[in-house]
């Protein structure tokens, strides 16, 4: 990993471990302060699920992007289980496209097996669309859909990586999934020149809302 990845990681994971905070886990296990005494309701610090969106604009930095996604999920804080969910957004017919693959839900996902959710996007993008965000989830098709997928909940972990070209919007419809999201959401933007910023979500999605509301 060169210098700029790895500082662009360190920062994602600096603002997430921030963010992490103490989630019930429910569930018989071995008490850590009793031998021999069983808990039925512990809390431990980690995150309950990963969401990644992608801008598929910059499909053509996906080693760059596979290699940053690799490093801060290795050392990122996840209760077991925690599946990590990729989709990807900016098509032309701006729907949010998801992989149907799952990543290991115990252990870290390593550069090929975030290329794998990411799937024939280099191949496959003709025709680049706009930066809306449709929805946190795309529609629910039972025949693809995998059963792990859950709506996105207050305390899971979100982090988008964007396009500079031109500003990522999202749609009002989905304002109240929206305002769940945003507490623990972090930004990597890429600038024209290649650059990677990261930007804490609630700063990043509060500018483009009164951006939104002068225009």
């Not at 098509?91 to 794998?116: C, F, M, N, Q």
């Amino acid at each position: 990993m060169n210098a700029e990845n790895k500082k662009v990681a360190t920062q994602v994971l600096k603002i997430a471990k921030r963010y992490c905070k103490y989630q019930d886990t429910s569930g018989l296990r071995q008490s850590r302060r009793v031998e021999g005494l069983l808990d039925t309701s512990v809390e431990e610090r980690g995150f309950k699920a990963v969401y990644v969106y992608l801008d598929i604009r910059l499909a053509d930095r996906t080693d760059q992007i596979c290699e940053i996604l690799e490093y801060v999920d290795s050392k990122l804080p996840r209760l077991r289980p925690c599946y990590r969910h990729l989709f990807t957004f900016g098509w032309p017919d701006e729907v949010l496209h998801y992989s149907v693959k799952v990543a290991s839900s115990s252990y870290p996902v390593r550069k090929g097996g975030w290329r794998k959710l990411i799937g024939e996007v280099e191949s496959s993008v003709k025709e680049r669309g706009t930066g809306i965000v449709p929805d946190l989830l795309p529609p629910r098709d039972p025949a693809k859909f995998p059963p792990v997928f859950r709506a996105p909940q207050k305390g899971d972990f979100f982090l988008w990586i964007v396009g500079g070209e031109s500003e990522v919007h999202y749609s009002d419809s989905n304002s109240k999934a929206w305002s769940a999201a945003v507490g623990t959401s972090i930004i990597i933007k890429a600038d024209s020149e290649g650059s990677l910023d990261v930007i804490i979500g609630k700063e990043y999605w509060r500018d483009l809302v009164e951006k939104s509301e002068d225009s």
